[in-house]
Each structure stands twice: as structure tokens, then as C-alpha cells.
């Protein structure tokens, strides 16, 4: 028969929380917590393996940029192209062609119906229609064959004219093959760029043999038609095609789900012209660091000089990180279905320890079972996905639920959390939420969840109704009032920062710093630096009345942060676990200066202006 749970003692003096109950059950949930931890853990070691496979990048230069670039400085684009890849410019970006390179290739003339018209007065020229003819022998002959537009051959001034309907100046032709040619000879690696457009009878049935593929726009071609989506899957062939971050694609998660995706970060141009290049070579170097991007889509500046700059920088800091630039060989990250299940075991055995370790075990039981249920909803009942929000919401809590009475028990807490990044990892990195195509669902519940449990977990073992009646008849002084707002103002600032887009912005000298340290190392996240001390301080009893329950709140959020750098699964998993541990060094270095610092603060407010007998009595 199962015992009843029992208090544990007392925690210290200065605490105002009850003490969390042992339950019988406690050592089984822990060791299944244990055992379940060595599949995690294998996993973790198997996602090491693969991102350490995958540490390549490839900077890719804007060809048409390129060119213009050139003209304008009265440089030849070829020689100009060749000096930046001497700068490190490995790849090249070249866009299928338009009728209208064509005529300014000279292979053909194009001309209005009014123009036409009005150079050979013959009036069966339509002003409303457009008319090509070839310089190069057959190239306007043949493009009819191409489109489902209907055309027709006319004779104006002594020569044959075909004669388009609606102006063709913009319909693709296929690659320029020359161009092609030229830049593979020379060593780039080639990334092709086709345009859609629905009166294309056959697209994709000549793209150039080039290992990546960039659609334009924010669908792929064929996106809208299934049998057409299905043709263009095939025709990919060993092409992959890429992900550009921010730049949802419809259509590109069937691709990606065959051919595998190359993860791609591009700067807007006219973003790319608020930023000095220091700045945006950072950029480009977190991109390819920490955020798995293969492609790294480069666009000259407007002058030269500052283009030199960028690609010396972001040379140099992607050699200071470890990633070589080459072509990036795509390989799908492999889950072990096995493993994955074993691995489901410690979320739960934690989600359930936590419930019994409440004081009020009911209400922890109630609490919890609400949390998984939440957790599987939120990720339409995929066991995986929704045990991985278990463990990112259960583990922050679990430590500071079970052991609040001293600074020791932190390290407890920390324990805990790094046990459920295993699990986190190893639950909710797969094939898709590694290319970023299926992000963390309930990425803002690992910081809210977490602390609401905490926060139950410190409701005195008694009647609800009393404690609701107490705090309802307890009387509030203004400085009470002062620092719950602050405490709200304070995690509503940390809520709204959370992710890479949030709803509060940085300052102009914390994205200096955060600049700098980026490019240094890997940067720490602040709410683990802010909220770590919180917890140690809060932990260490110094603090009289409810500011050391309120302190262990703020621990909760550097433990949940945890959690939540581990929840991008972007993120090479090495890169997330430097960032937890300096942040997790930073944070226990201030607290147990913080802690020395409270004390003697206090002990001053207590004793100055005090004569020696009365500090005594």
C-alpha cells in the first residue's frame, strides 16, 4: 500500500515557503528520471556527431549585383567577381534568364507593335502587340515552342517577326549556358535561381547541373498545382533546394521532405544599407555559427571598398569559429525512433514527481496533469513534440520545488534542468525542426509555466479557502504595492524579450555589447546571467519575509532559460551548451557575491549610527 506523503523539515529561517512533501515514490520517479536520461543522452551525442559533420558554409555572391557593381565602376564583372573570390566568395547566385537578357545579349530584337509600326508604316502591325526577330540564327524562332502563349509569324519591312500578344520581355528562357560554363571553369559553386511563371509549358526541364536550388518569391513553382508540384519535385534530382530564413515558401516543405534543405541567411538590400559591414559580417558569422545557415546570400555594398570589408570580416570571424567555407554537403538528420521512445519515460516519471512533491500533493497532481495536457494539445497530440514541452516546463520547477532551503540546493535545480535538456533535445530535434521548418511549440510557456508551478508549490499546507481568505485580509503596504509592480514590470520585460523577433527592443549600447560579445564567443543570455544570482540570493535566506520566495521566482527564470536555449533546435546543440554554461558560471559567481553584498548592506542598515551595547543587545 502506498504511504502517504510527509513533510520534509523546515526549510531556513528566512524563508516564508512550506517545506515540499517526500512521497514514497519519490526514489523509483527519480530512477526512471535516470534511466530514461541514457537514450536522451545517446541521442544528444548522435546530434553532436551530425552538427559537427554539418559545421560548413558557403558564401554565396549575388551575380546580377555583381554587374552592376562592376558597370558602374567601369570594371569587368568577371575580374571584379574574381577579386572577391579572393576574399573568400566561393559560391555564386545566378538567376534564370528573361527574354529580355536575350535582346540585351543581342541574340534577338524586341520591339513594340508601335514602334514597329511606326518605323516600316505597315499597318497589319498591331501598336497593341510586341514583335521579336532574331540577330543570333533560330533563337526568336524557337522560344514559341516554350509557353502555352499563342503566336504567330509576320513579315514588316522585308523581315519575319514573330508576333506575341502580350509582352514577353519577362518570360524565362532557361540559363544562360555560357555563363554557366564560365563560372564553374573559374571554381565557383553555383546556385541557380529560376523564375516561375504559369505560361512555362515544361519549367525545370533544363535548370543547369548546379547542387543548389533558390526559388524566388514566397511560393516555389508549382506550389499551386499538385501534378506540377510533383514534376518539379523529380526534376530537383540531386539539386537541394534552400530555406531562407524568415522567408516562408508554400510549397518547400514537400521539396525539402525529399531533397533535404540548405539552410540560408540573406540580408534585404535595403536593410543590408543600414549596417556598416563590421556589423553585418556578425551577422553573417552568427548565422553560420549558431544558427546552422549553409548558405550564407551575399550582395555587394555600393562601393567596393566597403564589399572588401565585409568579406574580410566575416572570413575572419567564420575561421575564428571553426566553420569552413566550402561547398556544404547536405545529409537529413536521422531520428531513432526507439531511442526517442525510451527517452518519453523521464518527462512523464518528472511531470509526476513534481505533482507529488507539492505541498498541497492534490493541487500538485491537478497541476501537473493540466501542464501535460496542455503540452500535448499545444503539439496536436505528437507524443514526441508534446513530451518535449513536458520536460522544457517540468525540469526548471522539479529542482526548486523538491529542495528550497539553501544555496547548495541550486546546484540541485541546475542539475535537474541540465537532465531535461537531454530530454528536450533528444524528444524535439528531428528532421524538420532542425532545418527551423517546424519550430518549438510553446516556446513562451517554458518561461511562464515554470514559474506559475513554482509559485503554487508555495501555498501553505492548508484548506485553499483559508490561504485565499488570508492573502484576501492581509494587509498591503504601500512598498508591497511598489515591489509586486516592479516584480510584474520586471517578468513582463523578460516575456516579451524571449526568442530572436520579440515584442520589446534593445538598446542601442546592449546591441553594442551584444555585438561584441558575439564576436568573442558565445554570447551568454541575460535572464540566465539576471536570474541565476536572483535564485542564489533568494535561496541563501538573507533576505527576511516574502523577498526570498519572490528571488527564488527570478531563479526560476534563469532554470527555465535553460531550457529554452536548448529549445532551438537550429542551434548546434555544442554552441546552446556553451552559451548555458557561461551563463550558468557568470550567474553563480554574482549570486555569491550578491549574497556577501545583501548581508553586509543589511547589517549596516542595522547597526549604523548604533552605538556597540545596542548593536549586541
Known amino acids: 500500500m502506498t504511504q502517504p506523503a510527509q513533510p520534509t523539515p523546515p526549510t531556513s529561517p528566512g524563508m516564508t515557503v512550506p517545506a515540499p512533501s517526500r512521497h514514497p515514490l519519490t526514489p523509483l520517479l527519480l530512477g526512471l528520471i535516470v534511466l530514461s536520461a541514457i537514450p536522451a543522452l545517446i541521442l544528444a551525442t548522435q546530434r553532436v556527431s551530425y552538427e559537427q559533420r554539418s559545421k560548413t558554409t558557403a558564401l554565396v555572391?549575388?551575380?546580377?549585383?555583381?554587374?552592376?557593381?562592376?558597370?558602374?565602376?567601369?570594371?569587368?564583372?568577371?575580374?571584379?567577381?574574381?577579386?572577391?573570390?579572393?576574399?573568400?566568395?566561393?559560391?555564386?547566385?545566378?538567376?534564370?534568364?528573361?527574354?529580355?537578357?536575350?535582346?540585351?545579349?543581342?541574340?534577338l530584337y524586341l520591339k513594340s507593335g508601335a514602334d514597329l509600326r511606326a518605323e516600316t508604316g505597315d499597318a497589319a502591325i498591331s501598336p497593341r502587340n510586341f514583335y521579336l526577330r532574331s540577330l543570333k540564327p533560330g533563337v526568336a524562332e524557337s522560344l514559341p515552342a516554350r509557353y502555352t502563349i499563342p503566336t504567330r509569324t509576320v513579315q514588316a519591312g522585308g523581315q519575319s517577326w514573330v508576333e506575341w500578344p502580350t509582352d514577353p520581355t519577362f518570360l524565362p528562357v532557361g540559363p544562360d549556358e555560357a555563363l554557366v560554363e564560365t563560372l564553374k571553369a573559374r571554381g565557383f559553386m553555383l546556385v541557380y535561381r529560376p523564375y516561375a511563371d504559369d505560361a512555362v509549358r515544361e519549367p525545370g526541364a533544363d535548370w543547369p547541373d548546379v547542387p543548389f536550388v533558390i526559388f524566388n518569391g514566397e511560393e516555389v513553382i508549382g506550389a499551386r498545382t499538385p501534378e506540377l508540384l510533383a514534376k518539379i519535385n523529380e526534376r530537383l534530382g540531386q539539386r537541394v533546394p534552400a530555406l531562407i530564413e524568415a522567408t516562408p515558401q508554400r510549397g518547400l516543405d514537400t521539396l525539402v521532405a525529399t531533397h533535404g534543405g540548405a539552410r540560408t541567411f540573406s540580408v534585404n538590400p535595403a536593410w543590408q544599407q543600414r549596417l556598416d559591414p563590421i556589423t553585418l559580417a556578425s551577422k553573417y558569422n552568427l548565422a553560420a555559427r549558431?544558427?546552422?545557415?549553409?548558405?550564407?546570400?551575399?550582395?555587394?555594398?555600393?562601393?567596393?571598398?566597403?564589399t572588401d570589408d565585409l568579406l574580410r570580416r566575416t572570413t575572419e570571424l567564420l575561421g575564428k569559429s571553426g566553420v569552413k567555407v566550402t561547398q556544404p554537403v547536405i545529409e537529413p538528420f536521422r531520428e531513432n525512433t526507439l531511442l526517442r521512445t525510451l527517452s518519453l519515460i523521464g518527462p512523464v516519471a518528472a511531470l509526476a514527481l513534481l505533482g507529488l512533491s507539492f505541498p498541497l500533493v492534490r493541487l500538485g497532481l491537478l497541476a501537473a496533469a493540466a501542464s501535460g495536457v496542455l503540452a500535448i494539445v499545444m503539439n496536436k497530440f505528437n507524443p514526441y513534440a508534446g513530451a518535449a514541452l513536458i520536460a522544457a516546463v517540468t525540469f526548471p520547477a522539479l529542482g526548486l520545488v523538491l529542495r528550497r532551503a539553501r544555496v547548495s540546493d541550486w546546484f540541485v535545480a541546475t542539475g535537474l534542468s541540465l537532465t531535461g535538456v537531454l530530454f528536450v533535445s533528444a524528444l524535439g530535434a528531428t528532421k524538420d525542426s532542425v532545418l527551423g521548418l517546424e519550430p518549438f511549440r510553446g516556446v513562451g510557456l517554458t518561461l511562464l509555466l515554470p514559474l506559475l508551478l513554482v509559485a503554487a508549490s508555495f501555498l501553505p499546507r492548508q484548506d485553499l479557502r483559508k490561504t485565499i481568505q488570508d492573502v484576501y485580509n492581509a494587509p498591503i503596504k504601500l512598498g508591497d504595492i511598489l515591489i509586486m509592480v516592479l516584480a510584474a514590470g520586471v517578468f513582463a520585460l523578460v516575456f516579451l524579450r524571449r526568442g530572436n523577433a520579440t515584442g520589446a527592443g534593445v538598446s542601442d549600447t546592449e546591441a553594442k555589447i551584444r555585438q561584441d560579445?558575439?564576436?568573442?564567443?558565445?554570447?551568454?543570455?541575460?535572464?540566465?546571467?539576471?536570474?541565476?544570482?536572483?535564485?542564489?540570493?533568494?535561496?541563501?535566506?538573507?533576505?527576511?519575509?516574502?523577498?526570498?520566495?519572490?528571488?527564488?521566482?527570478?531563479?526560476?527564470?534563469?532554470?527555465?532559460?535553460?531550457?529554452?536555449?536548448?529549445?532551438?533546435?537550429?542551434?548546434?546543440l555544442l554552441i546552446s551548451a556553451q552559451r548555458c554554461f557561461l551563463g550558468l558560471g557568470i550567474g553563480l559567481i554574482a549570486g555569491l557575491v550578491v549574497v556577501q553584498l545583501v548581508k553586509a548592506a543589511l547589517h549596516l542598515w542595522h547597526t549604523y549610527g548604533k552605538a556597540p551595547a545596542e548593536v549586541r543587545a
Open 61 to 107: 555572391m549575388d551575380y546580377p549585383a555583381v554587374v552592376t557593381q562592376a558597370r558602374r565602376f567601369g570594371r569587368d564583372p568577371q575580374e571584379l567577381l574574381a577579386h572577391y573570390q579572393s576574399l573568400g566568395i566561393n559560391g555564386v547566385a545566378i538567376y534564370e534568364d528573361v527574354i529580355g537578357n536575350l535582346a540585351q545579349r543581342g541574340e
Open 517 to 572: 560579445l558575439q564576436d568573442t564567443l558565445v554570447r551568454p543570455r541575460f535572464k540566465e546571467m539576471a536570474g541565476h544570482p536572483l535564485g542564489i540570493v533568494g535561496l541563501s535566506g538573507v533576505l527576511p519575509g516574502y523577498f526570498g520566495a519572490l528571488l527564488i521566482l527570478g531563479g526560476v527564470v534563469g532554470q527555465s532559460s535553460i531550457l529554452n536555449t536548448f529549445s532551438h533546435f537550429h542551434t548546434p
Open 290 to 306: 549558431e544558427r546552422s545557415m549553409r548558405l550564407l546570400y551575399v550582395r555587394p555594398y555600393p562601393t567596393v571598398n566597403e
